[in-house]
């Protein structure tokens, strides 16, 4: 969308002063966590990045593993933000408005973003965000002063109510006009000559397999994606370069650390124009 929803817990400034668009108004609610959590749920932690900046806890399976968003699919899901403290300054349960967003479209937080891409529809889960990948300096205010001081970390239970896919509309049209080019793209790809990474074809997208150090986070990583040129790093050595061989459309190519085969790896997506 060219303008943030309404309601949601929109990107940090990018520098001064300027103040933050959030209509909420719960800064001083104090949070009932036997409310906000199934008193039966049992913890499953994980380091999304691998490098403590978003640690996510399943509450709640999804009611279908199948259907999980991608960047570009439109989400509709229900959160309440926390800070430290325990007080609430965003619920949309409250409200009875869920929030609806394009995932990977800068709209919100870069850790909401990387939270609710782990997830499937129907699945509830907490989300705990470094300041840096929530607010960050700047931190987030309305009329009333501050709503989330600077440098805090936050806090989001997030349940994702619905995932509406990029190409629904378009599928049987997609699929006539490219063929087994398109969706129907399926199957083993190879690996290259130095063993360093495999792909696959995946319809729409080619998946590229890159076994990491289990000390490899985030940060590490540098990246390239343009129409025709793609380029991966992994602490300054260059894992993946070169033409692909289709045009890629480009601002929807991602990367995401994971476990591959019971192997970390980085997963790079690149998406097929």
Excluded at 91 to 101: A, G, L, V, Y
Excluded at 128 to 150: C, H, I, N, T
Excluded at 162 to 172: F, H, T
Aim: charged content about 30%.
């Amino acid at each position: 969308p060219e303008e943030k929803a309404s309601g949601g817990p929109e990107e940090k400034a990018s520098g001064g002063t300027e103040e933050t668009d959030l209509p909420i108004n719960y800064l001083n609610e104090e949070v009932d966590l036997n409310e906000v959590l199934p008193n039966d749920y049992l913890p499953d932690q994980s380091d999304i990045l691998g490098d403590g900046s978003v640690i996510k806890t399943v509450v709640q399976e999804g009611s279908d593993p199948t259907l999980f968003p991608i960047f570009g699919d439109t989400c509709l899901a229900h959160f309440v933000g926390t800070l430290p403290d325990g007080s609430v300054f965003n619920n949309t349960r409250k409200r009875d408005q869920p929030f609806k967003f394009m995932l990977g479209s800068e709209d919100v937080l870069e850790g909401f973003d990387e939270g609710v891409a782990t997830m499937c529809k129907g699945e509830r889960a907490v989300f705990q965000l470094d300041s840096e990948m929530a607010y960050g300096s700047f931190g987030a205010r309305d009329e009333k002063g501050w709503m989330v001081p600077p440098d805090t970390p936050v806090t989001f239970d997030i349940e994702l109510l619905e995932v509406i896919k990029e190409n629904a509309e378009d599928d049987g049209e997609e699929e006539e006009v490219l063929g087994g080019y398109g969706m129907q793209d399926i199957g083993p790809g190879g690996e290259d000559g130095d063993g360093v990474y495999t792909w696959e074809r995946k319809g729409m997208e080619v998946l590229v397999t890159v076994p990491v150090e289990d000390s490899v986070g985030s940060k590490d990583i540098d990246y390239t994606f343009l129409e025709k040129k793609v380029r991966v790093a992994v602490k300054g050595s260059v894992v993946l370069e070169g033409i692909p061989g289709c045009d890629l459309n480009f601002e929807e190519c991602f990367w995401e650390i994971d476990d591959a085969n019971g192997q970390r790896a980085l997963l790079v997506h690149l998406r097929k124009k």
